[in-house]
Nanobody, 121 residues
Framework: QVQLVESGGGLVQPGGSLRLSCAAS????????MGWYRRAPGKQRELVAF???????NYADSVKGRFTISRDNAKNTVYLQMNSLKPEDTAVYYC???????????????WGQGTQVTVSS
């Protein structure tokens, strides 16, 4: 059984910072791309950033220069450092990882439970 557990969300004032973490656990053979998505009230889920096993990254235009994604392959963990937060960053943030479990030859897409980030004064 593979699961992703997120932490680090909360309430922050505009201009503030938060760091999200997402740890994958279970019977994991390998992890490929890891990423963060978000869903704001009344909007569709959107990709925020992703990172490959080798460390290549990609960001949504709306967060470039403010957010940084990183990963610790030894800990099966991905992070999202969010700086200069804006009210429009308010959303539920979801972690996603492409994982091959020991029990399956196929790579599956796994999701965390989501963590709320609220940017408000």
């Amino acid at each position: 059984q593979v699961q992703l557990v997120e932490s680090g969300g909360g309430l922050v004032q505009p201009g503030g910072s938060l760091r999200l973490s997402c740890a994958a656990s279970g019977s994991i053979f390998s992890i490929n791309v890891m990423g963060w998505y978000r869903r704001a009230p009344g909007k569709q889920r959107e990709l925020v950033a992703f990172i490959t096993t080798s460390g290549n990254t990609n960001y949504a235009d709306s967060v470039k220069g403010r957010f940084t994604i990183s990963r610790d392959n030894a800990k099966n963990t991905v992070y999202l450092q969010m700086n200069s937060l804006k009210p429009e960053d308010t959303a539920v943030y979801y972690c996603n990882a492409q994982i091959r479990p020991y029990s399956d030859w196929n790579v599956g897409s796994y999701w965390g439970q989501g963590t709320q980030v609220t940017v408000s004064s």
